[in-house]
């Protein structure tokens, strides 16, 4: 009896196969696959995609992608919140947004899941800042905090009335608790009811 050995995949060779739900992840030629997002994780990254959007997309400043594989560096990654400067984002010749991203993101934003390991995801953020990325939030709605992360500089805790870094083309103004109360959506519809 012969024992065979299964050589690990190529980028190449992951790239071929078809997309899985949830996606799955390209890391040191081991496939990850990501958990399927749970309530808090979905309205966080919907929110935060909406804000940016919001005041970055009509100026054409920035676009921010929810879930969108990223491929560069020898990984195929897919950040919860992918926000690329407007005139990195490769558009094909018709003026449309391309399949296929092959650069790492402007802005990385991860939010942990309860299954995830926080050093695989923060390994993504590292790699995002290794190949150029300028900026990384990493999200962990347990404890209320966002670990933000720059290129050549210490990773800082934020927490509560912190004001968050953000792209500096990006005019937008974010405390940490402001970004956790979007997960009180009752209290913010009802506020808003209050105020009409």
């Known amino acids: 009896m012969s024992a065979t050995t299964t050589r ?6 992951f790239l071929k196969l078809p997309e899985t739900k949830p996606a799955s992840e ?24 909406a804000v940016v959007n919001q005041v970055a997309e009509l100026p054409k400043i920035a676009y921010a992608f929810p879930e969108l594989r990223c491929s560069f560096g ?34 990385t934003i991860e939010i942990l899941s309860p ?26 709605p ?3 905090s966002i670990l933000v992360l720059l290129p050549d ?17 990006v005019e937008l103004t974010l405390t940490v608790n402001q970004v956790y109360g979007w997960l009180k959506m009752l209290a913010n519809s009802s506020d808003r009811l209050l105020s009409n």
């Open 115 to 140: 299954e995830q390991k926080p050093n695989k995801v923060i390994g993504n953020i590292l790699q995002c800042l290794k190949y150029g990325s300028r900026l990384g939030w990493f999200l962990d």
């Open 74 to 107: 020898g990984r195929s990654i897919v950040p919860d919140v992918a926000i690329f400067n407007w005139g990195r984002i490769p558009f094909t010749v018709d003026e449309q947004v391309p399949d296929n991203f092959e650069l790492p993101p402007d802005w």
């Open 8 to 13: 690990p995949l190529t980028l190449e060779e």
């Open 26 to 49: 390209y890391i040191n030629g081991e496939i990850i696959p990501k958990p399927m997002p749970k309530g808090r994780h979905s309205r966080l990254q919907g929110k935060l995609c």
């Open 153 to 169: 500089q210490q990773p800082e805790l934020l927490q509560g009335e912190d004001y968050l870094p953000v792209l500096e083309e």
């Open 142 to 144: 347990d404890d209320l």
